[in-house]
């Protein structure tokens, strides 16, 4: 029978730090969560490294006294909460007392610190649990923490970190999250000697948004303020057309904690419906602000999950708050035929109103004044014809009598013919002599070249601008064309050995991305461009996309970007192939002709030429059919020509 041991100090408090400090960014999170409930207004962070090897955090806040600097690094030591009714109205973002204890048991901690009512400051060091040094320090008001070396003297969980991009992108994300929440304190972050972001602290939250995520994305942001049932809900929303492919721009904040909330989302998305495309999802950063005492934060290590004691009440408030929010903004998107013309970028469709014709005077240079008088020019804005999008055609639908009711014929895929292989005849003897007087290799293996055959066929029609009806060898084909298009693009993208063809795009494409995102992306650049995609860094959280596959549109490069780096994100394996794979389908899905496109007659035919001579397509990359065949035989049982 084994015995029961008790754990000494040091293995217990390595054990407590695996569920506090995980990486980098666990340490920065605590640190300045402390740093916020001390009062502070200004938040230095600055790491080296990915934070691996040295993160400093710096304050103005009210500082920790000398005689509480050794209890600071004590388990379960905290001054956030002193009763266990304390914990039912948690206001504070840290309680539990554990963050400088288990970062202390895995790093070489440094503080400086100095309470308002100190003449002069701590310096104190622990390393490994184990205090170093308490000594007198000349510092300003607040406290500085150092932390060095983290898992220095755990090796097993230093193979766990990433690379040093990665954990400073962490990092970054935690400081972007928190400057959000709090948009009254100042952050700056500085990142390998460089800073990387600074806030106002001005208390407003669209100057945050615009530090963190930049100008484009803080003018597509819809003001949302909202109270119902004790909730209120504030913050700003996407408008719909600048819809996402992902929900990684989603953020809540409970009580200017930030959390992870799927009743927050769902609402969400709910009351979006209708108003954005399927399978697009909106943008958010909303504050909660309930009270205390109807939620619970001391649920998860990490404290992103928290426990809603009326999930109602805030599931309404999202809702209609948004949904009012939507139904005020009623501005439509104006078009700068100017700007268009003269090659800036045009990111939306929208739409131009014309206005008064502008009368301007074009005055002469000094040196070619004249006496006579020069007469004002009338320049009209009005747009031509060219850039003046055309309504779209409304169709009726008529009610039909239903047919009478008969067995339905049996549809089978269609196996398209085989190919027929040619052989070419070895060259004649005396070309091949004259060859080989000229030192190059002689060619004796007999080259086969695969010539397909395209069988008789006759189009029929197109049904719901979707469906090829065509007449092939006694059967009738039915082609689903964006099935089939999207299999002709993806085996094309697959077959380009030598390098896919690339376009150049006159106006490069930048791309907004969250710090998870644009950290998964550079790290894949050398695939994309395998892929066809010319990705570069364009600041901290955006790329800018230079080049892209010739058979896509520059539309969709946004698109298909956002959608790899979902993908990389939560699919995170080595195999190369498998992401070159992934990224051919859903580039294939973006450029192939869409359901409800009208094709001409012409195209009809060259598409199902091109079709009927590929025996390789047969389903799409999603693993439908792209074609399915009737039999004269069986049309003719099916009405009752034959039995």
Known sequence: ??????????????????????????????????????????????????????????????????????????SHATSKIATADDLNAIATLGFRGEALASVSAVAKVEVLTKSRDENIGTHYRIE??????????????????????????TPARMKFLKKDVSEANAVAGVIDRVALSHPEISFRFIRDGKETLL??????????????????????????????????????????VYSRANRNMQMFFLNSRLVKTQTGSVALTESYKNSIMAGKFPACVINLTVPN????????????????ANEKAVYDCIFYGVKNALNKEKER?????????????????????????????????????????VKPQVVNKTPTKAHVSQPE????????????????PRVTLYTPPQ???????????????????????????KIEEEKPIVPDFKIIGEAFKTYIFAECEGKLMIIDKHAAHERMIYNELKKSTDGIFMQSLMIPVTVTLSKEEYDVIISNTETLEKAGFSVEPFGTTSVIVRECPSVIDAADVENILIETATYLMENKNDLINEKLDW????????????????????????????LLSDDSIRFCPHGRPVLAELTKRELEKFFGRIQ
């Open 1 to 74: 029978m084994p015995r029961i041991n008790v754990l000494p100090k040091h293995i217990a408090d390595l054990i407590a730090a695996g569920e506090v400090v995980e990486r980098p960014s666990s340490v920065v999170k605590e640190a300045v969560e402390n740093s916020i409930d001390a009062g502070a207004t200004i938040i230095t962070v600055e790491i080296q490294h990915g934070g691996i090897t040295y993160i400093r955090i710096t304050d103005n806040g009210c500082g920790i006294l000398r005689e509480d600097i050794r209890n600071a690094f004590v």
């Open 128 to 153: 490994g649990g184990e205090e170093i040094l308490l000594d007198d320090a000349g510092c300003p008001d607040g406290t500085t923490l150092i932390v060095r070396d983290l898992f220095f003297n």
């Open 199 to 240: 806030t106002p602290g001005d208390g407003k939250l669209t100057s945050a948004i615009y530090a963190v995520f930049g100008k484009e994305f803080a003018n597509s942001l819809i003001e949302i303020d909202y109270s119902l049932n004790g909730v209120t809900a504030k913050g700003y929303i996407s408008k719909p």
């Open 293 to 308: 005492e109807t939620v619970d934060v001391n649920v998860h290590p990490s404290k992103l999950e928290v426990r809603f």
């Open 333 to 373: 998107p104006q078009v700068e035929l100017e700007k268009v013309l003269s090659g800036a970028k045009f990111a939306k469709p929208q739409i131009f109103v014309p206005q008064e014709a502008e009368q301007i005077k074009f005055q002469p240079k000094k040196e070619e004044i004249r006496t006579e008088a």
């Open 393 to 408: 055609a409304v169709y009726e639908v008529k009610s039909r009598t239903p047919p009478p009711v008969f067995q339905k």
């Open 419 to 445: 190919t027929v292989k040619e052989e070419i005849a070895p060259l004649p003897e005396k070309e091949k002599t004259e060859i080989k007087q000229e030192a190059l290799p002689v060619v004796e293996k």
């Open 583 to 610: 990224i051919f389908h859903s580039s294939a899905c973006r450029a192939a002709i869409k359901a409800g496109d009208k094709t001409d007659r012409f195209e009809l035919e060259k598409f199902t030429a091109k």
